[in-house]
């Protein structure tokens, strides 16, 4: 974002003649300001003010879980510039039809109704070269995955509507249109035209992008969903869906519904990543909501304080970490999160969980604190060496540890919830209880923090009675 035309494009004045050089940089201009509009209509979806910054504002919100998905092999792509409706050009006095069809190995319910656009050609992206990096059986992509011949690693979107733009590619037209392929029936004029970018370009945002394993390149940047990658004939190609998954999440709990419950810092990223923790971790029966939403309201005030101790009025940072370290487990690895992890033991687990979860290394050894009591360490740097290994960069997974409860806050909260009613088993207790009976909240409460003061047991049977009226 925010680049200039002389990041996009370079000509050779031998190839293109005065009128070729001033219909190139046209579309170039053109799609510097398609990504106006894209930020315009951001900001339209998002009812945001004229005056608000825009670039701000997606810093800010890209950082949610499914922003921050990676693409992998399989993802699906569309193009800023492409249509599915037909294109007619005049080269040489003779006319030429394009016909564009939709790529018959992509399946349009796989898209979500808001990033569907009845008028555009979607295709997949392949990725064949990262193997020893990949998510149930799918590699990932990298910034190095923008080549288009031959249908590597980029799919042709139908027609362009940008005409061509130098001498050469009309003459590539004229020979290459009478082929075999365009009397069956053209698929369309992109693949004339597309010249992309060598890599894809990723979006700015607070968090470290992994790199990946390219069995040609080493190490190389990966892409998520807010990545693109530039056409020098005018277009953006940018994901609708990440591959990882082919089913949208289900809105168990929605934002009108937190809000009845008095919940703070409700935003649609808040809501759509406790969805995604709700449907990864089977929480997603009306009671197993319930009570899962009533501890988390004891543990975070209704989802004002995610840190210990931040409910409270500090003198100074240094009087706030003074009060903790003095606690047997210091200020790093005080409560955070949803349903609050604490001790250093707990946070070791977490991230060993998340690093065999996540990078798909089936002979991680996990263990959970409920059932053991030792060696989290000796696990925790095993995963480590064994991800490393395999090209993995877990650095967001290693500064659970290295940076604990802050961290967790900002960018696990729900993760950190979700996990800790995983790995005590909470749902199977909350299947054998009497729904709608607040009293046997007592039962759930015993296991997320059974030496709790009585006042915190109170209120939870509230919370829970409270969400009985809402979640239904």
């Given amino acids: 974002m925010g680049k200039k035309l002389s990041d996009y494009y370079e000509y050779d004045n031998k190839e293109r003649n005065v009128s070729d050089v001033v219909q190139a940089a046209s579309n170039v201009i053109t799609s510097i300001k398609q990504e106006d509009q894209l930020l315009k209509n951001t900001k339209e979806?998002?009812?945001?003010?004229?005056?608000?910054?825009?670039?701000?504002?997606?810093?800010?919100?890209?950082?949610?879980?499914?922003?921050?998905?990676?693409?992998?092999?399989?993802?699906?792509?569309?193009?800023?510039?492409?249509?599915?409706?037909?294109?007619?050009?005049?080269?040489?006095?003779?006319?030429?039809?394009?016909?564009?069809?939709?790529?018959?190995?992509?399946?349009?319910?796989?898209?979500?109704?808001?990033?569907?656009?009845n008028s555009k050609i979607y295709g997949r992206l392949?990725?064949?070269?990262?193997t020893n990096a990949s998510v149930e059986g799918l590699a990932y992509a990298t910034i190095a995955d923008s080549e288009k011949e031959n249908n590597k690693n980029i799919p042709f979107f139908?027609?362009?509507?940008?005409?061509p733009d130098s001498e050469k590619e009309n003459n590539y037209i004229q020979e290459n249109y009478e082929t075999i392929e365009n009397k069956k029936g053209t698929k369309g004029n992109c693949k004339y035209l597309m010249k992309l970018n060598e890599e894809w370009d990723n979006y700015i945002t607070d968090d470290t992008i992994f790199s990946f394993i390219d069995d040609k390149q080493g190490e190389v940047p990966g892409i998520t969903m807010t990545s693109i990658l530039f056409c020098k004939h005018g277009g953006f190609i940018y994901p609708v869906t990440s591959g990882q998954s082919m089913v949208t999440i289900e809105a168990y709990v929605t934002m009108d519904?937190?809000?009845?419950?008095?919940?703070?810092?409700?935003?649609?990223?808040?809501?759509?990543?406790?969805?995604?923790?709700?449907?990864?971790?089977?929480?997603?029966?009306?009671?197993?909501?319930?009570?899962?939403?009533?501890?988390?309201?004891?543990?975070?005030?209704?989802?004002?304080?995610?840190?210990?101790?931040?409910?409270?009025?500090?003198?100074?940072?240094?009087?706030?970490?003074?009060?903790?370290?003095?606690?047997?487990?210091?200020?790093?690895?005080?409560?955070?999160?949803?349903?609050?992890?604490?001790?250093?033991?707990?946070?070791?687990?977490?991230?060993?969980?998340?690093?065999?979860?996540?990078?798909?290394?089936?002979?991680?050894?996990?263990?959970?604190?409920?059932?053991?009591g030792t060696g989290f360490e000796e696990r925790y740097l095993d995963a480590v060496k064994k991800a490393e290994a395999a090209g993995m960069n877990i650095d967001a997974f290693k500064k659970i540890v290295t940076?604990?409860?802050?961290?967790?806050?900002?960018?696990?909260?729900?993760?950190?919830?979700?996990?800790?009613?995983?790995?005590?088993?909470?749902?199977?207790?909350?299947?054998?209880?009497e729904p709608g009976n607040k009293n046997e909240a007592d039962a759930v409460t015993e296991i997320i923090n059974k030496y709790t003061p009585k006042k915190s047991y109170d209120n939870r049977r509230n919370y829970y009675e409270e969400t009985t009226t809402v979640i239904e």
């Fill in 45 to 117: 979806r998002y009812k945001l003010s004229p005056d608000d910054k825009i670039d701000e504002f997606l810093r800010e919100n890209y950082q949610d879980e499914l922003s921050k998905e990676y693409l992998v092999d399989g993802a699906i792509l569309t193009c800023t510039n492409c249509t599915n409706k037909p294109v007619m050009y005049n080269i040489g006095g003779k006319a030429y039809m394009f016909l564009a069809e939709q790529s018959k190995d992509v399946n349009i319910n796989e898209i979500d109704t808001y990033m569907y656009d």
């Fill in 126 to 130: 392949k990725v064949s070269e990262n």
């Fill in 403 to 433: 940076e604990g409860a802050d961290y967790v806050a900002e960018e696990f909260a729900w993760e950190a919830a979700g996990y800790a009613w995983y790995e005590k088993d909470v749902n199977s207790v909350v299947d054998s209880l």
């Fill in 257 to 372: 519904q937190l809000n009845a419950l008095q919940w703070h810092n409700v935003t649609p990223w808040m809501v759509a990543e406790l969805n995604r923790i709700l449907s990864k971790y089977d929480i997603t029966t009306t009671e197993r909501i319930r009570h899962f939403l009533a501890q988390c309201m004891q543990e975070t005030n209704r989802g004002a304080c995610l840190r210990e101790g931040a409910y409270q009025s500090w003198a100074s940072q240094e009087a706030y970490e003074k009060e903790y370290n003095a606690k047997a487990y210091g200020y790093l690895y005080r409560g955070s999160g949803y349903i609050q992890l604490t001790w250093d033991y707990s946070y070791l687990a977490f991230a060993t969980y998340m690093i065999k979860e996540e990078c798909g290394i089936a002979d991680i050894d996990w263990k959970s604190p409920a059932n053991t």
């Fill in 158 to 163: 139908g027609n362009c509507l940008r005409e």
